[in-house]
């Protein structure tokens, strides 16, 4: 380790890259073996041109075919290297990085600054091409869907999932063992806009923070709706999970005609029946009740048997 950076991994100061990158030939962000990532591609450059190993943070590690326009990266330099020349050593990465790579701008920050840590805010654009035609100029950035969607009814589904919230029924499973899932979404909309000539639906997200595939699986819900698929309010009871369902009994009652009753539909889930009454069960079955009563059948056949009766 070099003199001048301390043995917490820290230097005299930090340099702070802003880079843009067209994912499609990338295996996303994070360095991996054998693969070609962006982080790969960073590193060999930076590495290059200090001359030695270089270890990077960034403000938030994309997929595999996720576009960037700012993407953060930080890492501690010696204050001889905080010292080189920023429009040189900009040029040495311009020059040393891929064609679907873009330094976009250098900058000094202070010692022990975090790319990933210090970031207030992550915001990212999914795009949707929605009708039969084949998009064009949007074709390596636009998800493909080949019908129409209720924008108005995915903007209304969306606005539950603003403001803090546990979005662990909104990333994969195996991500979110062991770790704290709650984020703040500071904005969730979906719109129509025009890009090039090519009408597409943006759904714009905002937060503090994201989990492993948290936004994608965002997008993929909001498109149940928009599809006509599901109901806004269904996307409520998605973010909830019906914990409660298994964390403590509940119970309600509905007395009206039967007349009445037959004429009502509320938002449910499936695989709820829309038979009355089930139908007035707002959400999955209730499964502490049906876990219960299989545990009371259970225990009380053994007790009969080991008694004899």
């Given at each position: 380790?070099?003199?001048?950076?301390?043995?917490?991994?820290?230097?005299?100061?930090?340099?702070?890259?802003?880079?843009?990158?067209?994912?499609?030939?990338?295996?996303?962000?994070?360095?991996?073996?054998?693969?070609?990532?962006?982080?790969?591609?960073?590193?060999?450059?930076?590495e290059t041109t200090l001359r030695r190993e270089v270890e990077l943070t960034?403000?938030?590690?994309?997929?595999?075919?996720?576009?960037?326009?700012?993407?953060?990266?930080?890492?501690?330099?010696?204050?001889?290297?905080?010292?080189?020349?920023?429009?040189?050593?900009?040029?040495?990465?311009?020059?040393?990085?891929?064609?679907?790579?873009?330094?976009?701008?250098?900058?000094?920050?202070?010692?022990?600054?975090?790319?990933?840590?210090?970031?207030?805010?992550?915001?990212?654009?999914?795009?949707?091409?929605?009708?039969?035609?084949?998009?064009?100029?949007?074709?390596?950035?636009?998800?493909?869907?080949?019908?129409?969607?209720?924008?108005?009814?995915?903007g209304e589904a969306a606005t539950c999932l603003v403001g803090e919230h546990?979005?662990?029924?909104?990333?994969?499973?195996?991500?979110?063992?062991?770790?704290?899932?709650?984020?703040?979404?500071?904005?969730?909309?979906?719109?129509?806009?025009?890009?090039?000539?090519?009408?597409?639906?943006?759904?714009?997200?905002?937060?503090?923070?994201?989990l492993h595939n948290m936004v994608r699986t965002i997008v993929g819900t909001?498109?149940?709706?928009?599809?006509?698929?599901?109901?806004?309010?269904?996307?409520?009871?998605?973010?909830?999970?019906?914990?409660?369902?298994?964390?403590?009994?509940?119970?309600?009652?509905?007395?009206?005609?039967?007349?009445?009753?037959?004429?009502?539909?509320?938002?449910?889930?499936?695989?709820?029946?829309?038979?009355?009454?089930?139908?007035?069960?707002?959400?999955?079955?209730?499964?502490?009740?049906?876990?219960?009563?299989?545990?009371?059948?259970?225990?009380?056949?053994?007790?009969?048997?080991?008694?004899?009766?």
């Amino acid at each position: 380790m070099n003199e001048d950076q301390r043995e917490d991994g820290g230097g005299a100061g930090t340099l702070v890259v802003r880079l843009g990158y067209r994912g499609a030939g990338f295996a996303g962000f994070a360095r991996q073996p054998s693969e070609r990532t962006v982080e790969g591609e960073l590193c060999r450059a930076l590495e290059t041109t200090l001359r030695r190993e270089v270890e990077l943070t960034c403000a938030g590690r994309t997929d595999a075919g996720v576009n960037a326009l700012s993407q953060y990266v930080s890492l501690p330099v010696t204050a001889e290297e905080l010292e080189l020349d920023g429009v040189r050593l900009l040029r040495s990465l311009v020059a040393l990085t891929p064609d679907d790579v873009s330094i976009r701008g250098l900058y000094r920050a202070d010692a022990g600054f975090s790319a990933r840590f210090d970031a207030t805010s992550r915001r990212y654009r999914y795009r949707i091409s929605s009708g039969e035609a084949r998009p064009v100029l949007a074709w390596d950035h636009a998800w493909w869907y080949r019908g129409q969607l209720d924008v108005d009814a995915m903007g209304e589904a969306a606005t539950c999932l603003v403001g803090e919230h546990d979005f662990k029924s909104f990333c994969k499973a195996v991500s979110a063992v062991d770790k704290p899932t709650c984020r703040f979404v500071s904005l969730l909309e979906v719109t129509r806009v025009e890009e090039a000539g090519e009408k597409l639906v943006a759904v714009d997200v905002c937060g503090n923070a994201f989990l492993h595939n948290m936004v994608r699986t965002i997008v993929g819900t909001l498109v149940e709706v928009g599809r006509g698929h599901r109901r806004p309010s269904w996307v409520a009871d998605v973010l909830a999970a019906s914990p409660y369902k298994l964390l403590g009994p509940h119970c309600g009652v509905l007395a009206a005609d039967p007349a009445i009753l037959a004429q009502i539909h509320p938002d449910k889930l499936a695989p709820s029946p829309d038979r009355i009454p089930e139908r007035f069960e707002l959400g999955t079955l209730p499964y502490e009740l049906l876990a219960g009563t299989s545990a009371a059948i259970r225990f009380a056949s053994a007790t009969m048997s080991s008694r004899g009766w």
